[in-house]
T-cell receptor, first 119, second 114 residues
Framework: GAVVSQHPSWVICKSGTSVKIECRSL??????MFWYRQFPKQSLMLMAT?????????EQGVEKDKFLINHASLTLSTLTVTSAHPEDSSFYIC???????????????FGPGTRLTVL | QQQVKQSPQSLIVQKGGISIINCAYE??????FPWYQQFPGKGPALLIA?????SEKKEGRFTISFNKSAKQFSLHIMDSQPGDSATYFC?????????????FGQGTTLQVKP
């Protein structure tokens, strides 16, 4: 299957600082990228959807100014958690959809996730 | 209406047995139903997926059964192995083509005992 990478895999930061997480589709062009948040032993919660070159669409209840998403190219999307606080500590997972060599447009591939801990 | 309800929450199966996880939905606009496997600390990996015009799809030890009239679909893992121990999520895609989004079930933690 297609490969999606995330960097960093884990990050610890102080309260009030900003953290940027990168998501890359390594072997296909991702026309749409998604950002999810997952708390321990819970399901994935969609935060936002972004298409290359356009503004992200945020899910209800997700603060746009707190979680900045940029989908600069067909292989790169970034999530910046601004002024992070302990309650932002979570597992953030990106996902990408696009036409790969074998998949159709429905298939969605996930990155390995980024563990954010805010002290 | 956008929910996907998954059961059971947890499942324990003996090695070699069949693991069965069920999902139900209400919205008939869903047009794609994937299953994901997630190990602790990792991202979900796509296992198998089905479209609503097909009643069953099999890939290796994994089979999806789909009942359109009942709005239910299930994952069967045949000859379950300890390495299958993970959390499984069903999902349903809402919205057409490339713009649709996945709605996830609550997840099932599977433990396969040796």
């Amino acid at each position: 299957g297609a490969v999606v990478s995330q960097h960093p895999s884990w990050v610890i930061c102080k309260s009030g600082t900003s953290v940027k997480i990168e998501c890359r589709s390594l072997d296909f062009q991702a026309t749409t990228m998604f950002w999810y948040r997952q708390f321990p032993k819970q399901s994935l919660m969609l935060m936002a959807t972004s298409n290359e070159g356009s503004k992200a669409t945020y899910e209800q209840g997700v603060e746009k100014d707190k979680f900045l998403i940029n989908h600069a190219s067909l292989t790169l999307s970034t999530l910046t958690v601004t002024s992070a606080h302990p309650e932002d500590s979570s597992f953030y997972i990106c996902s990408a959809r696009g036409r790969t060599g074998t998949s159709g447009l429905n298939e969605q591939f996930f990155g390995p996730g980024t563990r954010l801990t805010v002290l | 209406q956008q929910q996907v309800k998954q059961s059971p929450q947890s499942l324990i199966v003996q090695k070699g047995g069949i693991s069965i996880i069920n999902c139900a939905y209400e919205n008939t606009a869903f047009d794609y139903f994937p299953w994901y496997q997630q190990f602790p600390g990792k991202g979900p990996a796509l296992l198998i997926a089905i479209r609503p015009d097909v009643s069953e799809k099999k890939e290796g030890r994994f089979t999806i059964s789909f009942n359109k009239s009942a709005k239910q679909f299930s994952l069967h893992i045949m000859d379950s192995q300890p390495g299958d121990s993970a959390t499984y999520f069903c999902a349903a895609k809402l919205g057409s083509g490339n713009t649709g989004k996945l709605i996830f079930g609550q997840g099932t933690t599977l433990q396969v005992k040796p």
